[in-house]
C-alpha cells in the first residue's frame, strides 16, 4: 500500500499557530546523485524550545541543517525560519540565527578577535561582546593568537561563541560538543540553557544521546532520510512501550514480598538476585511496589530507578545504528 | 551590501597580508623589474630607460601576472567550501553575489597593491638613475597589467566555482595558464601555417590573426601595450613590418579585457549560486 506521508504529517504533527514556529520544514526532499538523502520530512520546531535532531551516521541530519540554513539547493519542500521563507526571503530568514557546524572553520592568518570581527560586521555585533565572549569561553588570552595554532577544543569554542554572538533568536548545533573536554561540554550545555532560558529557541544535533537528553524539550529521529519520530523523549517512550525499572536492595527477600509484589498490576517483569528485586513497571506502578514491599515487612536499603533512555528509544526506531 | 562586500575584501586583503603573500608578490615584481632595467639588455650594460625595462617585462608579465592572479583565484571560493568556514559564512545574512565580489574586490585589491607598489618601487630607482623617463607610458604599462590580472583572477574565481574540489579547480588553473600563455601560440602558428595565410615576402598578416587577440586576453594585453608604447611596438616592427587592420585599436583591445573581466565573474557568481555547499 503506497502511504501518502504529506496525509501523515497533516494528521500527526504539532501545528502551531502563526508566529509561533521558529523553524518549520515541510515535505523536504533532497536527492544526491539519484539517492534520497533527505525524504520528504515535515516538522515545526516551536519559538522558545531546545529541539534535539539525532539519526545514525549518513541519516540526513547535515542534509536537512544545510537545507534549512539555504546551504544547499532542495529538491522540494518549504522551510520557514522565524516566518520567512528561506529561499524568497533569504537576508530576512537569516537576520537572528546562530550556526555551529560540524566541522568548525576559520581563516587561520587570522587571529581570534580578528576572526570575531569578521563576523560580527556582518552580524552588527559590537567588538565589546566580542572580547567578552572570548573572555567567557576562556580564550581571553589567545585573543590575539593566529587560530591556525589553536587546538581543536580551543576552535570548537571560538565556534560557539561566533554561533552566540549577538544573541540569536535560533541557534542551529552541529556536534556542539565535538572535541570538548568534560569542563567545555559543561560549559556549553550551560550556555546552551542560559540562552534558552532568554528566549532563544536550540536546534542541536549530537551523538551524545545523554546530553540532548539531558536539555531537550523534544526530539526528532531521523534514519535513511525519514523523519521516524518527533515528540518528548517521555512521550515516545510510551510509544515504544519502554518502562522504567526499579532496582530495590533489601536487608533480606521473602517469598511474602516476591508475591506481594507480582500481584500488582502493572508490572512487566520481576527479577530477584539475593538482596536485590529488579522491577520493569509502569511510571504509576511504582509507589505501588514500594507500598507493597513496606506492608510486607521487607526494609528498603537502597533504591534506584531508571526512566527509559533516549538510547533505548533511538535504538529502537533505528534499528541499533548510531 | 556595500558594508558585506567591503568587509569580506577587507577580511580577503587582511589574510593575505597575514599569510605574507602580498610581500613576497611585490618584492618579486620589484626585484624583476629592477634586474630586466639592470642587466636585461645584451646591447648595453647598467641602467635601461624604462622603454626597455617594459619591453623585457611584458614578456615576463604575460606568465607571472597570470600565474600569480589565477593562484589567487581559483581556491577563492572552493577552498573556503572545502575547509568548511563557507557554510558559516553563508549562515550569516550575506548574499552570494556579495561574497563573489568581495572576494574578487578583496583579491583584486592584493593584486592591484602589488603591481602598483612593486612596479613603482622599481619606475622610481629607474627614474633615479635614467635620465629623460617617460612615466607616462610607465603608467600605460602598470595600468593595462593591473587589468590583465585583474581578468586572471575573474577567470580564477570563476574555476573555483565550476568545479567541487580545489584540487580539480588547481587543474583547471593550470591548464588554463598554458592554454593562454603557451598552447595559444601554437594554436595560432598552426592556423598560419595550414591556411597558408602569411605571406614571408611582404610580412603581410591575414586581418583573422589580429582578431584572435580578442580571445586571449594576454593578446589583448598585449596589443594594448604595443599600440600606447612605443619602445613595446617598436620590438615588434624590428621584427616584422606589421600593418594593422581597422579594428586593431586600443579602445577594442580595452573593451576585450573589460569583457574577459566581466563574462567569467558573471559565470562565476551563476555557478555559485547553484552549488550545494
Not at chain 1, 539519484?34 to 524550545?49: H, L, P, Q, T
Not at chain 2, 584572435?212 to 586576453?217: Q, R, V
Request: net charge positive.
Amino acid at each position: 500500500m503506497k502511504i501518502n506521508r504529506k496525509k501523515i504529517f497533516a494528521l500527526n504533527d504539532t501545528v502551531y499557530p502563526n508566529g509561533t514556529s521558529a523553524i518549520t520544514v515541510k515535505y523536504l526532499t533532497k536527492t544526491y546523485n539519484g539517492k534520497k538523502a533527505v525524504d520528504n520530512i515535515s516538522f515545526s520546531v516551536k519559538k522558545g524550545e531546545i529541539f534535539g535532531f539525532l539519526g545514525p551516521n549518513g541519516a540526513g541530519k547535515t542534509t536537512t541543517i544545510k537545507s534549512i540554513l539555504g546551504l544547499i539547493k532542495i529538491d522540494s519542500g518549504e522551510i520557514k525560519i522565524n516566518g520567512f521563507d528561506i529561499r524568497k526571503s533569504e537576508k530576512n530568514a537569516k537576520k537572528n540565527i546562530g550556526y555551529l557546524p560540524e566541522k568548525v572553520a576559520f581563516y587561520d592568518n587570522l587571529t581570534a578577535l580578528q576572526n570575531l570581527l569578521f563576523y560580527a560586521k556582518i552580524k552588527n555585533v559590537s567588538k565589546e561582546e566580542c572580547l567578552s565572549l572570548l573572555e567567557e569561553f576562556g580564550l581571553g588570552d589567545s585573543t590575539n593568537k593566529k587560530v591556525g595554532k589553536f587546538s581543536k577544543g580551543m576552535v570548537q569554542r571560538l565556534g560557539m561563541i561566533r554561533a552566540i554572538m549577538g544573541k540569536p533568536h535560533i541557534l542551529i548545533l552541529d556536534e556542539p560538543s565535538s572535541g570538548l573536554d568534560p569542563k567545555g561540554v559543561l560549559q556549553i550545555r550551560n550556555k546552551i540553557k542560559e540562552l534558552n532560558r532568554n528566549g532563544s529557541t536550540v536546534f542541536i544535533s549530537s551523538h551524545i544521546l545523554s546530553e540532548i537528553q539531558k536539555i531537550c524539550d523534544r526530539v526528532g529521529i531521523i534514519n535513511k532520510g525519514v523523519l521516524v519520530a518527533k515528540d518528548t523523549v517521555e512521550t515516545l517512550s510510551k510509544k515504544l512501550n519502554l518502562k522504567p525499572q526499579m532496582i530495590i536492595e533489601l536487608d533480606k527477600i521473602s517469598d511474602k514480598i516476591t508475591k506481594s509484589i507480582s500481584d500488582i498490576k502493572g508490572i512487566d517483569r520481576i527479577e530477584v538476585k539475593e538482596k536485590t528485586i529488579n522491577v520493569i513497571c509502569d511510571s504509576e506502578t511504582k509507589a505501588k511496589v514500594i507500598l507493597a514491599i513496606a506492608k510486607a515487612g521487607g526494609n528498603i536499603l537502597n533504591l534506584q530507578t531508571h526512566e527509559p533512555s533516549l538510547e533505548e528509544v533511538f535504538m529502537r526506531y533505528t534499528g541499533g545504528d548510531i | 551590501m556595500l558594508d558585506i562586500i567591503i568587509n569580506i575584501a577587507k577580511k580577503e586583503f587582511m589574510d593575505n597580508i597575514r599569510n605574507k603573500w602580498i610581500i613576497i608578490i611585490t618584492i618579486l615584481f620589484a626585484s624583476l623589474t629592477l634586474l630586466a632595467s639592470y642587466a636585461g639588455s645584451i646591447y648595453s650594460e647598467g641602467w635601461q630607460d624604462l622603454g626597455v625595462t617594459m619591453s623585457i617585462m611584458s614578456g615576463l608579465v604575460n606568465f607571472l601576472i597570470t600565474i600569480i592572479a589565477l593562484i589567487l583565484g581559483y581556491s577563492a571560493i572552493i577552498g573556503e567550501i572545502e575547509k568548511g568556514s563557507m557554510n558559516s559564512l553563508l549562515s550569516l545574512p550575506a548574499k552570494r553575489l556579495e561574497i563573489v565580489l568581495g572576494k574578487f574586490f578583496g583579491l583584486g585589491m592584493v593584486l592591484t597593491s602589488t603591481i602598483l607598489i612593486g612596479f613603482g618601487i622599481a619606475g622610481i630607482i629607474i627614474g633615479f638613475n635614467v635620465p629623460d623617463v617617460k612615466y607616462d607610458e610607465y603608467l600605460i604599462f602598470i595600468g593595462a597589467t593591473i587589468l590583465v590580472g585583474l581578468v586572471f583572477l575573474s577567470i580564477g574565481i570563476f574555476l573555483s566555482c565550476l568545479f567541487r574540489k580545489r584540487s580539480t579547480a588547481m587543474g583547471g588553473a593550470i591548464f588554463v595558464f598554458f592554454l593562454f600563455t603557451i598552447i595559444w601560440q601554437f594554436i595560432v602558428f598552426a592556423l598560419l601555417i595550414i591556411t597558408s595565410s602569411f605571406n614571408i615576402e611582404n610580412a603581410a598578416l591575414p586581418d583573422w590573426y589580429f582578431a584572435l587577440n580578442f580571445f586571449n586576453p594576454l593578446g589583448a594585453y598585449g596589443s594594448l601595450l604595443s599600440l600606447n608604447i612605443p619602445s613595446i611596438a617598436a620590438q615588434q616592427t624590428e621584427l616584422i613590418a606589421v600593418e594593422y587592420p581597422s579594428f586593431f585599436n586600443t579602445t577594442n583591445m580595452l573593451i576585450t579585457l573589460i569583457l574577459w573581466l566581466f563574462i567569467p565573474l558573471i559565470l562565476a557568481y551563476w555557478r555559485f549560486k547553484n552549488k550545494d555547499i
